[in-house]
Structure formats: C-alpha cells, structure tokens
C-alpha cells in the first residue's frame, strides 16, 4: 500500500483526496478478485478469503484512520457490483467499514507495530485484528440476510461461520503482505538468491501437487513453510501462505482433489480448516524467528558497543559518544505504532 500512495502524499494539495481513492480503489480490486472464487453455504453464496479486509486493515494501519472513508467508498462500490442499490446495502457497507476500524484501533490499543517484529504483534493481529474485529462484519451482513428474509433463521450460524472465517482469512492472509511491502527495501537484497530461486521451484511444484492429488496430501505444505519462515521470516512464510492458501481455494471452488465428492459445507469447513491453520502457522513461526533474530542482533550491537567502551577506558581516553536512536521514520510515514 505504501508503495502505491507514498506517505509525502499529505503535504500536497489535495493529498487526502489522493489516498482515499487510492484505498477505495485498491479494496475495489480486492473484492474483485475474491470473488473469482465463491462457496455457496445454505443458499448464500460466500467467499472463501475475503480480501478487502485485509487491505482495508493495512490501509488503516498504515496510512492512519483518518482515511476510513475510502474504505466505505471501495465497499459501497464492492457490494453495488453484485446486488443493485437498497437501503439495506448501507447496512452491509457499515458492517464491511466498521470490522476494520475495529481492528485497527484494537491493535492500536495493544500498541501493534507495524514491521511484525514481535511475537506479541502476530498474536495481536491474529486474535485482535482477524479473529475479533471481523465479528463485526460477519453478525451484520448475515443479520441482515435473516432480517430481509434472504436467509432461514436456522441457517444463520453455518453462514455467519463461513463469512466470518472468510474475512479473517484476508486479514491473516492479505494485511501481513501489504504490512511488509510498506516497511521493505527497494531493491530487495539478493543475499540467498539461490536459495530463494529454489524455495521458489520448490513451492510451484509441491503446492499445486497437494492441492490437486486426489490423495489428501495438503499436509505436505507445512515443511515448505517451516522452510520458507526459518530462511526467510515473514515475506517467505507470507508469500508461501498466499500461494498455498489461492491454489487451494481453487481446487476447492472447483471440486478436485482432496475436496472431490464433499458437499459444499464440508468443502467449505475443510478449505476454511486448512487455510486458516496454515495461515496461522506461517504467520506466527515467521514472527517467532523474526523476533529471535532481532534480539539477537540487538544483544550483537551491545556487546559490540561494550567492547568499543572498554578498548578506549583501557587506553585512558574517553568513550566515544552514543548515537542518538531515530525515533522518527525514514519513510516519512507514521512511526512502528501507527499514526496519532
């Protein structure tokens, strides 16, 4: 997101206007794409991921809450593009702006930063921003279904469960991306090249393997993303997640593999399952390690600094003066934390 609308765009005329239909358009696209792929649950038809949420989640997160209207605007559109305009869709739009609002001032509250470098931020963004907030999304648009008569009141616990787990999975999914492209060095290093180059053969013929043998071996995906978290922390394991996670989607949407012969609520409990384990599993393995490695050169830094203190107190000279920490943000965008 930040590489779409860059964080200088505030101190332009009309920068505000900017980054609202910038994060209108994006949600649009979004939903665009998640809806290449539907379940139907009860004679209501749902999306496995959801991805708006997601982005509209990172957006809020990283551009701040001021720009809220663009996600309104993206799900009014959204929903306009598969339904044609009542009252009720007002409804629905609160709901789908109100679920990531939600999140993001929870994660703010839990002072959540933004570079994923702490376990406490995964767990934050997992429980807080995926798992909470989307309730919000989740009991107003399949309330709504049952007050409208578009639903049987019996039915509303086996479609609220699918809406709910489907924008849950976007956050989990689409906001970690979003939050590490916005925090990423451009160019990237090419360190491990060779390595990532194999990770990435690697992934393109064991994920569509385990997705669409007819012997259930999704399984077989869970030492790639080991691999991919341990060599390459949270851009690997989110890359590897996503991979898994649409390929899976479409085997599922599709009725081939290991979810052939399945009616549709066990299709949509089984790929809901899968997804959200494995999304889970590479997001918190990835910020584990990322956590560790940070730790691990702050403890590096320290002792470097002690020694320097030392060689100089032993000649007899003064030591050499700290440098200040930057509290501030090279990008020019808001601080680890988020906006004021």
Request: hydrophobic share 55%.
């Amino acid at each position: 997101m930040a590489a779409v609308v860059g964080f200088e765009v505030l101190r332009r005329p009309g920068g505000y206007a900017v980054q609202v239909l910038a994060v209108a358009a994006c949600y649009y696209a979004a939903a665009r794409l998640g809806l290449l792929r539907e379940l139907t649950v009860e004679g209501a038809v749902v999306t496995p991921v959801w991805p708006p949420t997601g982005v509209a989640v990172a957006a809020l997160l990283i551009l701040g809450l001021r720009c809220w209207p663009g996600v309104t605007i993206g799900a009014f559109f959204a929903v306009l593009s598969v339904t044609d305009l009542r009252p009720d869709v007002l409804i629905t739009v609160a709901g789908q702006t109100g679920a990531p609002v939600c999140a993001a001032l929870l994660l703010r509250r839990a002072h959540f930063h933004t570079d994923l470098g702490r376990l406490r931020d995964g767990v934050a963004l997992v429980f807080l921003g995926a798992l909470t907030a989307t309730l919000i999304s989740a009991t107003v648009g399949v309330g709504l279904l049952v007050v409208t008569d578009k639903l049987d009141a019996a039915s509303f616990w086996p479609v609220w469960l699918a809406w709910w787990v489907g924008d849950a999975m976007g956050v989990l999914i689409v906001t970690p991306l979003l939050l590490i492209v916005s925090h990423a060095r451009w160019p990237p290093p090419l360190a491990r090249w060779k390595e990532a180059t194999a990770l990435v053969v690697v992934a393109c013929w064991l994920v569509p393997v385990a997705a669409y043998s007819s012997i259930s071996v999704l399984f077989l995906v869970y030492p790639l993303l080991i691999w991919a978290a341990l060599r390459f922390q949270l851009l690997g394991g989110v890359l590897c997640a996503l991979l898994t996670s649409v390929l899976a989607t479409v085997a599922a949407t599709d009725g081939v593999g290991p979810f052939a012969g399945l009616s549709r609520i066990e299709v949509m409990a089984k790929l809901q399952a899968f997804n959200g384990s494995m999304a889970l599993t590479a997001l918190l393995l990835s910020a584990v390690i990322t956590e560790q490695r940070n730790t691990r050169r702050s403890v590096e830094k320290a002792c470097q600094e002690l020694v320097e203190v030392l060689e100089h107190l032993t000649a007899g000279e003064a030591p050499p003066p700290r440098p200040q920490p930057d509290t501030g943000n090279t990008q020019g965008g808001p601080r680890p934390n988020g906006p004021p």
